[in-house]
T-cell receptor
Framework: QKEVEQDPGPLSVPEGAIVSLNCTYS??????FMWYRQYSRKGPELLMY????GNKEDGRFTAQVDKSSKYISLFIRDSQPSDSATYLC?????????????FGQGTILTVHP | GAGVSQSPSNKVTEKGKDVELRCDPI?????LYWYRQRLGQGLEFLIY????????KSGLPSDRFSAERTGESVSTLTIQRTQQEDSAVYLC??????????????FGSGTRLTVV
């Protein structure tokens, strides 16, 4: 079993829809939770970063972490065609392992006009 | 430079040959990371350099893989005796420091390695 599981999709939604992306994990040592966006043939770029449980909002994006359920989510409101990309969740245990991120498989999202 | 630069962007090599992949991190970033991304998969941690500390090599898949970093600048990932399963995109990232600031990785565009 992988430490981080993410539904690869693909997910296709109409412009303006609310998108929900999710990951589950098994390692209870994870303390830092991130969402990266990756466009085709580019490196991932950091979208959101959350420490421990709770919610964080940034514009149209909201990240949620539920450590008791080992479940994290990213919500995208009013989705745009420019949001079409692969979304990767990533996690770190911190401590001496800050730099070691464990990634999910990535979910391919297409937002059509 | 403005971002993390990787070269070459594409590399095709014959099975059994050695390859070297280069990464130029953002100036001033003390931490540098290498990841591997196989087709349709997430990123797989390989190695982590932080300043003058001994690198964390725990993700290197075999002794055919090695990496070096000169001070806080350029890093080279070397794969010896390449195998077809080494075909992947190799991504380099850097961050301003270790610790919690190391969480925020800035990635390069990667080197796409194909072993034929």
């Amino acid at each position: 079993q992988k430490e981080v599981e993410q539904d690869p999709g693909p997910l296709s939604v109409p412009e303006g829809a609310i998108v929900s992306l999710n990951c589950t994990y098994s390692n209870s040592a994870f303390q830092y939770f991130m969402w990266y966006r990756q466009y085709s043939r580019k490196g991932p770029e950091l979208l959101m970063y959350t420490y421990s449980s709770g919610n964080k909002e940034d514009g149209r994006f909201t990240a949620q972490v539920d450590k008791s359920s080992k479940y994290i989510s990213l919500f995208i409101r009013d989705s745009q065609p420019s949001d079409s990309a692969t979304y990767l969740c990533a996690m770190s245990a911190g401590g001496t392992s800050y730099g070691k991120l464990t990634f999910g498989q990535g979910t391919i999202l297409t937002v059509h006009p | 430079g403005a971002g993390v630069s990787q070269s070459p962007s594409n590399k095709v090599t014959e099975k059994g040959k050695d390859v070297e992949l280069r990464c130029d991190p953002i100036s001033g970033h003390t931490a540098l990371y290498w990841y591997r991304q196989r087709l349709g998969q997430g990123l797989e941690f390989l190695i982590y350099f932080q300043g003058n500390s001994a690198p964390d090599k725990s993700g290197l898949p075999s002794d055919r893989f090695s990496a070096e970093r000169t001070g806080e600048s350029v890093s080279t990932l070397t794969i010896q005796r390449t195998q077809q399963e080494d075909s992947a995109v190799y991504l380099c990232a850097s961050s301003p420091a270790g610790g919690s600031r190391g969480i925020s990785h800035t990635f390069g565009s990667g080197t796409r390695l194909t072993v034929v």
